[in-house]
Nanobody, 118 residues
Framework: QVQLVESGGGLVQPGGSLRLSCAAS????????MGWSRQAPGKQRELVAR???????SYADSAKGRFTISRDNAKNTVFLQMNSLKPEDTAVYYC????????????WGQGTQVTVSS
């Protein structure tokens, strides 16, 4: 069993920045992949970014150039640095983990709200 706890959401003005954190505890696989998804009202959940334990990264097109995912393997923590935020980035952001790069996501956090508004 794995537990994921997100923090760092909030209200920010367009063009601003936020840094999300997610701490994982429990039985993590050595090749685990950690990531961030988001879900806006009335929309499907979207995988925004993910990172392997070895540092391989991928991003959704909507996140490229603005968001950076990183992780601290020693602390089982993943971060999402979000810059140049837009109102369309408003969503609940969920941390997640999978047992490998090609494996399905099997654990989710509770989510943290990000609101981009003036």
């Amino acid at each position: 069993q794995v537990q994921l706890v997100e923090s760092g959401g909030g209200l920010v003005q367009p063009g601003g920045s936020l840094r999300l954190s997610c701490a994982a505890s429990g039985r993590l696989e050595s090749n685990n992949v950690m990531g961030w998804s988001r879900q806006a009202p009335g929309k499907q959940r979207e995988l925004v970014a993910r990172i392997s334990s070895g540092g391989m990264r991928s991003y959704a097109d909507s996140a490229k150039g603005r968001f950076t995912i990183s992780r601290d393997n020693a602390k089982n923590t993943v971060f999402l640095q979000m810059n140049s935020l837009k109102p369309e980035d408003t969503a609940v952001y969920y941390c997640n983990t999978a047992r490998g790069w090609t494996m399905r996501i099997d654990y989710w956090g509770q989510g943290t709200q990000v609101t981009v508004s003036s």
